[in-house]
């Protein structure tokens, strides 16, 4: 039987950190492909910078849960997560054994079991399935917004420091209207980003609603209950359960006992004429002439 794949997280985990690295893979295609635009590079730059610090967070999290942190770093390609979470474009590379992992989780649960598995985790594989989905709709809503508006006559979003600005705030229903598009095509891109971010936003919002709201309930109730006053004027004898005693039970235990009577009354009538009988005997023997 095969050991145990202990470097291995939750398979929702390990599906989002996968993805996560191709995403990062595909940008560095990205970055050559608009070579020509610094302020889409910018935006790229940007999100590789956000894939760094997610990917040296899960670092220090495989480090610190594995059972032999040599093992993970060495024999489990620690030493490649570490520097694929560093921001140098030449290390970026290594992400792709992230890659590798995922393909031998899958490898070894097999996709029935796999689906299984991201069905019972189902809050946690939600809660990851959100915030990939907010990753993408930030760095893709970001780049077509920012690639249609930003040579538009009178544009406001022509940085891409507006562009994920205008991103951030529309995912979040906040809408602060400093920033907005002004063609066609980019109000078109805005209406999907509202779209899919009331959806995103409002999931997770519940998430979290249920996840800190619901324990607190539970708890102040048990609170409640334990600190309940207790009347201590009830005695013992008072909270104590009565006993109902039937009444053919009653009648049954008194015909018992005059039946008992009866025949004590019987054997010492039987036993007085025994001893009569055994005395007559004896007074003959006793009365014999001399």
């Known amino acids: 039987m095969a050991a145990p794949r202990t470097e291995l997280k939750s398979t929702g985990y390990e599906i989002f950190i996968g993805l996560l690295s191709m995403l990062s893979i595909a940008n560095l295609v990205l970055v050559y492909a608009f070579v020509h635009d610094p302020a889409l590079q910018q935006i790229l730059s940007v999100m590789n910078a956000l894939f760094s610090v997610i990917f040296l967070i899960d670092f220090i999290y495989r480090i610190r849960t594995a059972p032999s942190a040599g093992a993970y770093f060495f ?7 570490l520097l694929a979470s560093l921001p140098f474009p030449q290390a970026k590379i290594l992400r792709v054994f992230r890659l590798v992992r995922v393909a031998r989780l899958m490898r070894d649960v097999g996709p029935r079991n796999l689906w299984k598995a991201i069905v019972r985790d189902r809050a946690g594989s939600a809660l990851l399935l959100l915030l990939l989905m907010g990753i993408l709709v930030l760095q893709f809503g970001s780049l077509m917004v920012l690639r ?3 040579y538009a006559n009178g544009a406001n979003i022509t940085s891409a420091s507006d562009a994920l600005w205008y991103t951030i705030v529309t995912i979040s229903t906040v809408g602060y209207g400093d920033q907005f598009p002004v063609t066609d095509a980019g109000r078109l891109i ?4 509202i779209v899919i971010g009331v959806g995103i936003f409002g999931t997770f919002t519940g998430y979290l609603a249920n996840l800190f709201l619901t324990p607190k309930k539970s708890k102040d109730e048990s609170d409640a209950a334990a600190a309940a006053p207790v009347d201590d004027s009830v005695t013992a004898a008072e909270a104590a359960p009565a006993v109902i005693v039937p009444a053919a039970a009653v009648v049954s235990a008194s015909a018992t006992t005059e039946e008992l009577r ?5 054997s010492e009538a039987n036993l007085a004429e025994m001893r009569v009988l055994l005395g007559a005997p004896d007074d003959g023997v006793g009365s014999a002439p001399a």
């Open 75 to 81: 024999k489990h390609f620690g030493w490649a997560d």
């Open 148 to 150: 249609v508006e930003q």
């Open 190 to 193: 805005g209406a999907g980003i």
């Open 262 to 266: 009866e025949l004590l009354a019987r």
